[in-house]
């Protein structure tokens, strides 16, 4: 996709406002384990600004734990969101399902807890990592999924994000109002001012006010991204006890 403007263009003139990106880390050792190499035969980084760029959402999915990984590659895929502008990311532990080959392999090396994988992969992992323990894998992880869903941090990326689109179809100028989509808006107000701590209530009106500013057409992808990071802003910073 990112190597064709024209199609580019396509998905958002059909108001594609979200694309999911396998991207599972941004080390050629990692990516080579699970065949996904190519994933760094071009410059990653301007692929993913090119789809940015028609106003469609990068859904970045990144996953930590394999056997390359080692403490510096948290911070990699920090720099790698932020140079990326990506506001949104979801990040898995690395778990070995049964009946695959990961799981022969480490079951072989004597490297699987006796946890079975549950298909919770951002809850728990079944695999004995590497190059850290197990318990600093945990550690690191959380810290990671916290940190860029830290109100600033995100305001940062997803501004850059809105300033840097360069194409809003024009195709639906003259399309009238959708009372669906109308009370949706009222549903999501509602949520953040009734449900959502302070410092989230203010990010969000914020926000606003700064999307109206950039451009008005892009107040849409601004529900849309808003409403993903309420979510994962709640789900890193939930008691897990």
Request: proline content about 4%; glycine content about 4%; hydrophobic content about 40%.
């Amino acid at each position: 996709m990112a190597d064709d403007d024209d199609l580019l263009k396509m998905f958002a003139d059909a108001r594609f406002s979200v694309l999911f990106l396998g991207v599972e880390t941004v080390r050629q050792e990692s990516l080579d384990e699970v065949h996904k190499g190519q994933n760094l035969e071009k410059d990653i980084f301007e692929r993913i600004r090119r789809i940015s760029r028609f106003g469609i959402v990068p859904f970045i999915g990144l996953i930590v734990g394999f056997d390359h990984d080692d403490e510096n590659v948290f911070a990699e895929l920090e720099n790698f969101l932020v140079a990326t502008d990506s506001p949104i990311a979801g990040i898995s532990l690395l778990n070995a399902p049964r009946h695959t080959t990961l799981y022969d392999r480490l079951k072989k090396e004597g490297r699987l807890t006796d946890n079975n994988f549950s298909g919770e992969w951002q809850l728990n992992t079944n695999i004995i990592p590497k190059q850290i323990s197990l318990a600093r894998l945990s550690v690191l992880y959380w810290g990671l999924f916290r940190k860029i869903y830290q109100p600033d941090l995100f305001e940062d990326r997803l501004l850059n994000w809105l300033k840097n689109i360069d194409y809003c179809t024009d195709l639906y100028v003259h399309k009238k109002a959708d009372p669906k989509q109308l009370l949706f808006g009222c549903k999501i107000f509602k949520h953040f001012i009734m449900n959502e701590k302070p410092p989230i209530r203010a990010l969000f009106f914020r926000m606003l006010k700064k999307t109206w500013a950039i451009n008005p057409k892009l107040i849409r992808r601004f529900f849309t991204v808003i409403t993903q990071y309420s979510h994962f802003y709640n789900f890193v910073n939930r008691d897990r006890t």
